[in-house]
C-alpha cells in the first residue's frame, strides 16, 4: 500500500517554462488537496477536490490549474512557472470523515 | 491576524524534560483541531486530533480551550526522536461536506542529549 505518491521529487524549471506534478492516492479516499509550503509561511492550500471530475480554488489558486478525472490521481500544473513559485509542494487525501495523508513533496525550484 | 499562530521557536529541549507547545486561532466557528509532526524535509505526519475533553496519547498530551481559542501541546519525557516541527491545525467545515484545513507555521523542537 503505497498511500500517496507524488511525481516528480525535484525539478528545476525556467522562468516561463510549463510543468505538470502528478498525485496519486491508493486508498480510495473522496478528497485531495495541493499545498504549498514556504519557509515562514506554512502549509497553503492551492487547490483541492472533493470527488472525481471536481476541483476548488484554495488560499492561493492564482498561477496553477488542477484536474481530477479519475478519482485516484490529482494533478497541479503550472502553465508560466514563475520564481515565486519555488517552494515545495505537498498533496494530501482525505477520507470523507478527514484525516489526512500527505504525500513526501515535490521541491520545485524556478530560476 | 494569522488564522493559526504559533511560537516559531526554536525550543532547545534537555532530554527527560517535559515541554508544552501553544496555538491560538482565530476563527470561532472551526470545528476539529489536530497536532502534526513534520521532520526536516518530510511531509507532515498526525501526531494526534485535539478534543475538549483533553487527549492522551503515550508521552503525549492535547488540550483545546474553545473559549480562549487556544490548543495546547505538552510532551513528557522528551526523547531525541521527538525533535521536530510541530504544526498546529484547525478544521473548519465549509458548505457542502467540504473541509479546509489550515496550518499554523509550526514550532521546531530539538532535544538536546
Known amino acids: 500500500n503505497a498511500g500517496v505518491t507524488q511525481t516528480p521529487k525535484f525539478r528545476v524549471l525556467k522562468t516561463g517554462q510549463s510543468m505538470t506534478l502528478l498525485c496519486a492516492q491508493d486508498m480510495n479516499h473522496e478528497y485531495m488537496y495541493w499545498y504549498r509550503q514556504d519557509p515562514g509561511m506554512g502549509l497553503r492550500l492551492i487547490h483541492y477536490?472533493?470527488?472525481?471530475?471536481?476541483?476548488a480554488k484554495g488560499e492561493v489558486p492564482d498561477g496553477y490549474n488542477v484536474s481530477r478525472l479519475k478519482k485516484q490521481n490529482f494533478l497541479l500544473g503550472l502553465e508560466s512557472a514563475a520564481p515565486s513559485q519555488t517552494s515545495v509542494y505537498f498533496c494530501?487525501?482525505?477520507?470523507?470523515?478527514?484525516?489526512?495523508?500527505f504525500g513526501s513533496g515535490t521541491r520545485l525550484t524556478v530560476v | 491576524r494569522k488564522e493559526v499562530e504559533q511560537d516559531p521557536g526554536p525550543f532547545n529541549v534537555p532530554e527527560g524534560a517535559t515541554v508544552a507547545f501553544n496555538c491560538t486561532y482565530s476563527n470561532s466557528a472551526s470545528q476539529s483541531f489536530f497536532w502534526y509532526r513534520q521532520d526536516c524535509r518530510k511531509e507532515p505526519k498526525l501526531l494526534m486530533s485535539?478534543?475538549?475533553s483533553g487527549n492522551e496519547d503515550g508521552r503525549f498530551t492535547a488540550q483545546l480551550n474553545r473559549a480562549s481559542q487556544y490548543i495546547s501541546l505538552l510532551i513528557r519525557d522528551s526523547k531525541l526522536s521527538d525533535s521536530a516541527t510541530y504544526l498546529c491545525v484547525v478544521n473548519e467545515r465549509l458548505d457542502f461536506g467540504n473541509e479546509k484545513l489550515t496550518f499554523g507555521t509550526g514550532t521546531r523542537l530539538t532535544i538536546i542529549p
Open positions: 477536490s472533493v470527488g472525481e471530475g471536481t476541483t
Open positions: 485535539v478534543y475538549s
Open positions: 494530501a487525501s482525505s477520507p470523507v470523515d478527514y484525516g489526512y495523508t
